[in-house]
């Protein structure tokens, strides 16, 4: 299973971004997906989830502003992201987690920056 994601790059605070998360091969399970963000100098953390059933969880720093769907004919997930801020800067990267297991797997990134 590979997840490769875009739609990163440089916009200004206010502006809108939508990143995609394209998933090929095969899980074999039942998955829910996420985007997690890293900003330079600062732990990975977790910004939001949608799973299996389609319902979503988002981090307090994004609710509001980010929407995250997916588009499983296309085997894609998404994150419509709104009124950018400066701290969203980060490398956005996302994944696809089998329901009841350990396994998951990871992107390797989409870099967005905000600048004012």
């Known amino acids: 299973v590979q997840l490769v994601e875009s739609g990163g790059g440089s916009v200004q605070a206010g502006g809108s971004l939508r990143l995609s998360c394209a998933v090929s091969g095969d899980t074999h399970c039942i998955y829910g997906m996420s985007w997690h963000r890293q900003a330079p100098g600062k732990e990975r953390e977790w910004v939001s989830t949608i799973r299996s059933s389609g319902s979503t969880d988002y981090a307090d720093s994004v609710k509001g502003r980010f929407t995250i769907t997916r588009d499983d004919a296309k085997n894609t997930l998404y994150l419509q992201m709104s009124d950018l801020k400066l701290e969203d800067t980060a490398m956005y990267t996302c994944?696809?987690?089998?329901?009841?297991?350990?396994?998951?797997?990871w992107g390797q990134g989409t870099q967005v920056t905000v600048s004012s």
């Open positions: 994944k696809l987690y089998c329901v009841g297991t350990l396994t998951q797997y």
